[in-house]
């Protein structure tokens, strides 16, 4: 038999509880609830239990329950207790068979119905006395659509400086949903683009708000000035479902390096993705022939995209899988190998037949195991004296904010393995 009843119950008080729960609290021996919760029942006969200390609550409904003679506990929550609410922690001090839950909708449920947005493959992640790291994993995944349950240091404010720090080449649309059920309720709708996301880290919230994040469609990149070297990664248009194909800006720099460029190159770029290292080559020496390989129609289009935006014509898409799309193009003088498709070594002894004299090759490598066949690739060759060979392992951060500080978000390590062709 069920000693304790823990209820959900909304913004709205009495008035949103159905018929059993609402008699439940009537016949209650002992209403335990936050001050908000009590406040809803200022004239309930039986005695009260202010939720704070939750040790010392759990003590005085134990004694409630040894000294009454038909105890009946009510424990008054916020919308779904099993949801990220206390039911969690009832059941740790308490027997299941004496703990009946009866959930109200969640604060989660009613903010996608105020988005209209649905959320069966939603990510719930909260940020009540936690760090945001999931959300940041989350967001770099480009994962959609998201529900964060915000706290007083990971606010609205916060999430939107987060957003902005992290260069994401994916853009949501965002609501934050205020006082859901109540005479005071407030929807703020926006977009993760940086001057929304400037205006919403200046506003202030109600305490009792969930923050939705759904990813559009195609990226509103805007047009502008770019610098030389070091494209936002959000002024790519990119794969809306696959941000994390996009070779990252610090990595791309230091690839632009590697490659050691010179005019009037012929340079492939294998498992091009959105075309973003072809097009910082192509900004950087308009005189070079760039071949951006690239398996996938999406993949194709969204080179076509960027190539247009930055005006770099001389960025031609091939679309097909190497090593077969390599048979027809001009042999080489620098290749770039960002993705292999499972066909690594194929690739690497096609190039090894095409690449130039002073040739180089420089492999974006993010397994062990990728790394392994690259070098014993190397090792197994018969003219291994005439190929020189360094690598760069690259394990960088970005500072994010963290309420009033600041912290790092690291960036997938990834290992740069340059091949370079000795006359």
Same mark, same amino acid.
């Given at each position: 038999?069920?000693?304790?009843?823990?209820?959900?119950?909304?913004?709205?008080?009495?008035?949103?509880?159905?018929?059993?729960?609402?008699?439940?609290?009537?016949?209650?021996?002992?209403?335990?609830?936050?001050?908000?919760?009590?406040?809803?029942?200022?004239?309930?006969?039986?005695?009260?239990?202010?939720?704070?200390?939750?040790?010392?609550?759990?003590?005085?409904?134990?004694?409630?329950?040894?000294?009454?003679?038909?105890?009946?506990?009510?424990?008054?929550?916020?919308?779904?207790?099993?949801?990220?609410?206390?039911?969690?922690?009832?059941?740790?001090?308490?027997?299941?068979?004496?703990?009946?839950?009866?959930?109200?909708?969640?604060?989660?449920?009613?903010?996608?119905?105020?988005?209209?947005?649905?959320?069966?493959?939603?990510?719930?992640?909260?940020?009540?006395?936690?760090?945001?790291?999931?959300? #940041?994993? $989350?967001?770099?995944?480009?994962? &959609?659509?998201?529900?964060?349950?915000?706290? +007083? %240091?990971?606010?609205?404010? @916060? *999430?939107?400086?987060?957003?902005?720090?992290?260069?994401?080449?994916?853009?949501?649309?965002?609501?934050?949903?205020?006082?859901?059920?109540?005479?005071?309720?407030?929807?703020?709708?926006?977009?993760?683009?940086?001057?929304?996301?400037?205006?919403?880290?200046?506003?202030?919230?109600?305490?009792?708000?969930?923050?939705?994040?759904?990813?559009?469609?195609?990226?509103?990149?805007?047009?502008?000035?770019?610098?030389?070297?070091?494209?936002?990664?959000?002024?790519?248009?990119?794969?809306?479902?696959?941000?994390?194909?996009?070779?990252?800006?610090?990595?791309?720099?230091?690839?632009?390096?590697?490659?050691?460029?010179?005019?009037?190159?012929?340079?492939?770029? #294998?498992? $091009?993705?959105?075309?973003?290292? &072809?097009?910082?080559?192509?900004?950087?020496? +308009? %005189?070079?022939?760039?071949? @951006? *390989?690239?398996?996938?129609?999406?993949?194709?289009?969204?080179?076509?995209?960027?190539?247009?935006?930055?005006?770099?014509?001389?960025?031609q898409p091939i679309q097909g899988s190497a090593p077969e799309a390599l048979q027809a193009l001009p042999d080489p003088d620098r290749i770039f190998l960002g993705g292999s498709g499972g066909h690594l070594i194929p690739i690497l002894d096609h190039c090894e037949a095409r690449?130039?004299?002073?040739?180089?090759?420089?492999?974006?490598?993010?397994?062990?195991?990728?790394?392994?066949?690259?070098?014993?690739?190397?090792?197994?060759?018969?003219?291994?004296?005439?190929?020189?060979?360094?690598?760069?392992?690259?394990?960088?951060?970005?500072?994010?904010?963290?309420?009033?500080?600041?912290?790092?978000?690291?960036?997938?390590?990834?290992?740069?393995?340059?091949?370079?062709?000795?006359?």
């Amino acid at each position: 038999m069920a000693l304790i009843h823990v209820i959900g119950i909304g913004l709205d008080g009495a008035a949103s509880l159905g018929e059993t729960p609402r008699q439940l609290v009537e016949t209650a021996t002992l209403l335990v609830g936050s001050s908000r919760h009590l406040s809803y029942f200022p004239h309930h006969p039986a005695p009260t239990l202010k939720l704070g200390e939750l040790k010392d609550a759990i003590a005085q409904i134990r004694h409630h329950l040894s000294t009454a003679t038909t105890p009946s506990v009510v424990i008054l929550t916020s919308g779904d207790p099993l949801f990220f609410g206390l039911g969690r922690l009832l059941l740790l001090e308490f027997a299941a068979a004496h703990l009946t839950f009866h959930p109200h909708l969640s604060s989660v449920q009613l903010a996608f119905s105020r988005a209209k947005v649905p959320w069966q493959d939603a990510r719930v992640i909260s940020g009540h006395g936690r760090s945001l790291d999931e959300l #940041i994993s $989350a967001l770099q995944q480009g994962i &959609s659509p998201l529900a964060i349950l915000t706290d +007083p %240091t990971n606010t609205p404010a @916060a *999430i939107a400086q987060l957003i902005a720090a992290l260069d994401l080449p994916s853009t949501y649309q965002i609501w934050v949903c205020e006082n859901l059920g109540a005479s005071e309720e407030r929807i703020t709708t926006t977009t993760s683009n940086h001057a929304d996301l400037t205006h919403l880290a200046q506003k202030e919230f109600s305490a009792l708000n969930v923050v939705i994040l759904q990813r559009l469609v195609t990226v509103a990149a805007s047009r502008g000035t770019y610098p030389l070297l070091g494209i936002s990664d959000s002024a790519f248009v990119s794969f809306p479902d696959r941000p994390g194909l996009m070779t990252k800006r610090e990595i791309r720099t230091l690839v632009l390096a590697e490659l050691a460029l010179q005019p009037h190159l012929v340079i492939w770029d #294998i498992g $091009a993705g959105t075309g973003s290292v &072809s097009i910082e080559i192509a900004r950087l020496c +308009p %005189t070079v022939r760039i071949y @951006a *390989i690239e398996k996938t129609a999406v993949g194709i289009s969204l080179i076509q995209q960027n190539s247009q935006r930055f005006q770099v014509p001389t960025v031609q898409p091939i679309q097909g899988s190497a090593p077969e799309a390599l048979q027809a193009l001009p042999d080489p003088d620098r290749i770039f190998l960002g993705g292999s498709g499972g066909h690594l070594i194929p690739i690497l002894d096609h190039c090894e037949a095409r690449l130039r004299s002073d040739g180089r090759i420089v492999l974006a490598l993010t397994t062990l195991e990728h790394l392994t066949t690259t070098l014993t690739w190397l090792a197994n060759r018969a003219d291994r004296s005439r190929w020189n060979h360094h690598l760069l392992q690259i394990n960088l951060a970005r500072s994010v904010p963290l309420a009033a500080f600041t912290r790092w978000a690291p960036l997938n390590p990834v290992t740069l393995v340059t091949l370079e062709r000795l006359p």
